[in-house]
Structure formats: C-alpha cells, structure tokens
C-alpha cells in the first residue's frame, strides 16, 4: 500500500472523526482522553498486522506534538518506546519463534476500536450500546478497510475482546487470534502463546 494511499485514508479517518466528535455519538469519547489508532509509523512493507482492542493505558493521545513525539518504530518492537505491560512478553514471543525481524520492521499495530478508554470501560465498549456502540462500529469498519487494502500476509488477534469486536469483519486474509495476550494480569508463562505463533511461523515463515 503506497504512502498516498495510507495518507488519503488517514486524512478521511481525521474527517469522519471530526464528523463523530460534533454529532450525539461524540458523547461515547470520555472528553479527557484522545484518538490513538496506530503504534508508530506505517513501515514500507507489511506482512502482519496486530489487532488490539483498545488503548487503555495512556490518558491522552499515544503520540502529541505536545507530548511523545510519534515514532519511526513500531513501540512494541522497542523496550525504550513501549508503554504496554504486555510489550516485554510480545517481544520475548517474537524472539522465540524467529520473528523478531517481522515484528520490527514489517508489522502494523493498531487499535479495533478507539478513542482511547480506561481498562475498566472494556466490557462498556464491547457490550456497550448508543454512543459506544457507535463508536465501536466506526472504529471497527475503518480497522477492518485499512486490514483489506494492506491485505497483509496475516492478521494476529491480540485477545478476547479484540476478536470479538473485529474477526467477522475481516474477510480475505489469514486470522491468528492469541486469546489471552492483552490481559494484563495473566500469571501464564510464554508456552501458552506457542499454538498462536506457531501458526504465525507458518503464515510469515520462520528468521523473518
């Protein structure tokens, strides 16, 4: 997908946003919190794209001109960028099965469902009806069009609420879901991602 292409999607995301803000479903984004789709910048090749459910852990805007600058990575692939508690297994699972290379310069991280929301307005978000409900069709319909005109090598569903918001909306490209990676009190060791990757070792292929 050529840079024209990511930059006229992004700039009708920016109207449509806008669109939503001034309407009655604007009343579904807490007014103390931002919009973060991505993880860092598009890289020029991409074979996998990461699907989350939320951004919950930053009160404002991942990247800001009046905070963080936005990132030429992927934040997930850099222990010094990544403020996701889940990043350091991400990476040590990556690393494991031959992919780190995939996961630092040919994936692409972004949200099923934004404006950014604190964890305990997950279930709202997932469940929620009128203006959440809203929102997270928007949110949903816009990640499922960005995944079919990348038509990446393969899509990995990073846990539960992430699938169940996105997977019937993706069509035409291989699905891997890791039902458990998002939750952050998870006790699991890294064996219990192995099935999940291992699929992805086959999609991506293995010293990527």
Known sequence: MCSEAFTTMFDNLAIACRQMLSGLDGYGRLADRGLSVLYGAPPAAIDLIMVSFQNHDCGRPLFDPAGQPWPKRLVHADDKLDPFPFGARLRRVFAAHGLTRTLSERTLAVNAIYPNAPAADAEIWLHGVGSYAAWRRFS??????????IR?????????????????????????????????????????????????????????
Do not use: C, M, N
């Not at 949903?140 to 005109?149: D, G, I, M, R, S």
């Open 152 to 208: 990446p090598k393969a899509v990995l569903l990073l846990g539960r609420k992430a699938s169940q918001a996105i997977r019937h909306k993706l069509k035409g490209v291989p699905i891997v879901e890791s039902t458990y990676f998002t939750a952050p009190t998870v006790a699991h060791d890294d064996g219990i991602y192995e099935a999940p990757f291992a699929e992805l070792v086959r999609l991506l292929g293995a010293g990527r």
């Open 140 to 149: 949903t319909a816009w990640t499922a069009l960005l995944v079919e005109q």
